[in-house]
T-cell receptor, first 116, second 115 residues
Framework: SAVISQKPSRDICQRGTSLTIQCQVDSQVTMMFWYRQQPGQSLTLIATANQGSEATYESGFVIDKFPISRPNLTFSTLTVSNMSPEDSSIYLC?????????????FGQGTRLTVV | AQSVTQLGSHVSVSEGALVLLRCNYSSSVPPYLFWYVQYPNQGLQLLLKYTSAATLVKGINGFEAEFKKSETSFHLTKPSAHMSDAAEYFCAVITMDTGRRALTFGSGTRLQVQP
């Protein structure tokens, strides 16, 4: 299993500013994933972060808007840049650990972001 | 490409009644399937998973799901609903034929339990 600490748990930010979300895992993992959950919606993958390489972004998400760092095997950050009210969402960090082929996903508690 | 479809964005049952949440998947190779629950203002918790072993999978809190390849389904059931089961439920899939290891989620089903 994996225990994920994510912070901040929530924040209210002014439009045009940026917020960096931190994700700390209690074990070394190859891949870390960042998801967005818009109000009343399901989870959508933003990007996959591998240590030592550039993050891989999903369609509709770009590095300039969501820069990601992955300095080591237990930590990652996601920055939401130049925020607008449309960025108000829950952002979740996830890792795969255990299970068959490391396929069981574990999630942080999420960061509830409100942009005003 | 892999995908999951959850039929019914909202399901309402009476306390003590059967819970049935539907999930159908699309995958060209055998999938790994998961059900997650999200309680209000909380993160996701794994209920159960199918990883090509037994087709009937038992999870936490009395939930179970059956993998039916012929129907491409993985419906979640619980014989008797409890008020504490009220939450959002997500079906998700991973397939091992590509390097992608992130989950693909269904749209979610909100379960309401009436007293």
């Amino acid at each position: 299993s994996a225990v994920i600490s994510q912070k901040p748990s929530r924040d209210i930010c002014q439009r045009g500013t940026s917020l960096t979300i931190q994700c700390q895992v209690d074990s070394q993992v190859t891949m870390m994933f960042w998801y967005r959950q818009q109000p009343g919606q399901s989870l959508t993958l933003i990007a996959t972060a591998n240590q030592g390489s550039e993050a891989t972004y999903e369609s509709g998400f770009v590095i300039d808007k969501f820069p990601i760092s992955r300095p080591n095997l237990t930590f990652s950050t996601l920055t939401v840049s130049n925020m607008s009210p449309e960025d108000s969402s829950i952002y979740l960090c996830s890792v795969n650990a255990g299970g068959a082929g490391g396929t069981e996903a574990f999630f942080g508690q999420g960061t509830r972001l409100t942009v005003v | 490409a892999q995908s999951v479809t959850q039929l019914g964005s909202h399901v309402s049952v009476s306390e003590g009644a059967l819970v049935l949440l539907r999930c159908n998947y699309s995958s060209s190779v055998p999938p790994y399937l998961f059900w997650y629950v999200q309680y209000p203002n909380q993160g996701l918790q794994l209920l159960l998973k199918y990883t090509s072993a037994a087709t009937l999978v038992k999870g936490i809190n009395g939930f179970e799901a059956e993998f039916k390849k012929s129907e491409t389904s993985f419906h979640l059931t619980k014989p008797s609903a409890h008020m504490s089961d009220a939450a959002e439920y997500f079906c998700a899939v991973i397939t091992m034929d590509t390097g992608r290891r992130a989950l693909t989620f269904g749209s979610g089903t909100r379960l309401q339990v009436q007293p």
